[in-house]
């Protein structure tokens, strides 16, 4: 799992397999050939719903295709702390 930053524990007698961790909030990092977006506060200044989601569409492929399963990034504004996005 080299494109994660952190990972979970696995528990093999159950079935249950470590899950790869990426926090960065402008796309996948430590590999190549990836997209660097715009920043969350950045294109939430922009009031563009469309753009707020097609970036958060775009993101959550490319951090699925790079094999990590759980994306730790900002929140809408209006809330406290970090999303946990699951994409496994």
Known sequence: MANCVGNTGSVPRLGIRSLCLQDSPTGVRLTDYNTAF???VTIASTWDKGALY???YNMGKEFKGKGVNIG???KAPRQE???LTYMA
């Open 81 to 83: 702390g970090s999303v």
């Open 72 to 74: 730790l990034w900002e």
């Open 54 to 56: 097609t970036r958060g």
């Open 38 to 40: 715009m920043a969350g």
